[in-house]
């Protein structure tokens, strides 16, 4: 089969990891575990997820002219994304993410985004052609606000498909709903963008309905351990999460997001590409690290196929 072309536009840190039996309360200093450092971002752990999921991968993002700049560049190298359109910057410090992972493998980040506010609406206008040449785009919200919108509204010229990972959730321009296919906000960010207090289904539903409305495709909100919620103008259905034991689950919504695109850019209908996407996220909860946890394509081809024969 011929591989599908994803574009991923978007951040790339470093992620600085401690193991910890619980999360600290302001003020207060909890002994933790080992400390280990890993390749992250959302926008580079989305292209290395698409990458081994199958596709062929570009990544536009911007690093710092410093060691941990070039170690992200040459970890994406390393996984056969095509980095030409990533711009090392002279001025900004690469990425870093501070991050600490409890005993139930839930994570607190607080990022210092450096170089990836960097991320400019000219890196766009570069990669226009490419833009037009690829499958499907995939963003998150780790860069210029500014620089989303005109992605969007770029790839919509062009007349391709974007999935928007609102994460992590800022306010997002109306301009954009009408430019976006599918929406994949988890739980805390469908509650931020939405601007409204979610406690129930019910909840959920409207306020997915709210972006429905307002021009998205589709909205998948992923919920963890219990799967996800997809809302489409027509229907709405759940799609139960792996039965796994969560040791980390860094990383694990832009696994669900790279995976989406891959089976989306390769034609597979909403409903499969979810459950793609479910089972690639499943696997990558069960290791550590950002972008060491995502799962390579016959991983996943092999959870569905477990799945098929239950
Ligand atoms: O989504 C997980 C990512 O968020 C981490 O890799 C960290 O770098 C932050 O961007």
Known sequence: MKRSRVLVVGSSNTDLVVQAPRFPRPGESVMG???ARFQGGKGANQAVAAARAGA????AGRVGNDEFGESALNGLM???IDTSLTVRDENLASGVALIIVD???EN????????????????VDQAVELIKSVDIILTQLEMPIETMAYLAETVDHCG????????????IPESVFPRVDVLTPNLVELEAISGTRIET???IEKAARGFLRKGVGAVVITQGR???LTITPEESWWTQALPADARDTVGAGDCFSGALAVALAEGRSLKKAVCFATAAAGISVTRLGAQPSMPYRHEIDSVLEGMKNE
């Open 201 to 203: 289904v019910e909840d």
């Open 103 to 105: 005993a139930s493998g």
């Open 33 to 35: 575990g080992v400390f």
């Open 226 to 228: 219990e799967g996800c």
């Open 160 to 171: 391709k498909s974007l999935i928007l990972n609102p994460a992590p959730a800022s306010p």
């Open 108 to 123: 607190e980040i607080v990022v210092a985004a450096g170089a990836n506010m960097g991320i400019s609406t000219g890196q």
């Open 56 to 59: 062929e991968v570009a990544f």
């Open 78 to 80: 390393q996984e056969g």
